[in-house]
């Protein structure tokens, strides 16, 4: 399988296919690349989430029903 990635930073109104590759079942993924320096990144979306909850809400509870561990050789 042949791969070729091509980013642009301005996508043209057309994208040429490879002449290798014409005649041929291709597939063909667009994927909108964010502006790393964009303010809509998800870093933003992450630092704009309220912070709620207490840090206990988010620790691991004890297990009381587990017994001691017992190996087995």
């Given at each position: 399988m042949q791969t070729i990635r091509q980013i642009y930073e301005d996508a043209p109104d057309a994208i040429p296919i490879p002449e290798a590759l014409r005649h041929?079942?291709?597939?063909?993924?667009?994927?909108?690349?964010?502006?790393?320096?964009?303010p809509h990144g998800l870093k933003a979306l992450l630092a704009d989430m309220p912070d709620v909850g207490d840090d206990a809400d988010f620790s691991r509870q004890r297990n009381i029903e587990r017994q001691d561990v017992i190996w087995d050789f």
């Amino acid at each position: 399988m042949q791969t070729i990635r091509q980013i642009y930073e301005d996508a043209p109104d057309a994208i040429p296919i490879p002449e290798a590759l014409r005649h041929r079942r291709i597939e063909v993924l667009l994927i909108a690349r964010e502006d790393p320096l964009s303010p809509h990144g998800l870093k933003a979306l992450l630092a704009d989430m309220p912070d709620v909850g207490d840090d206990a809400d988010f620790s691991r509870q004890r297990n009381i029903e587990r017994q001691d561990v017992i190996w087995d050789f």
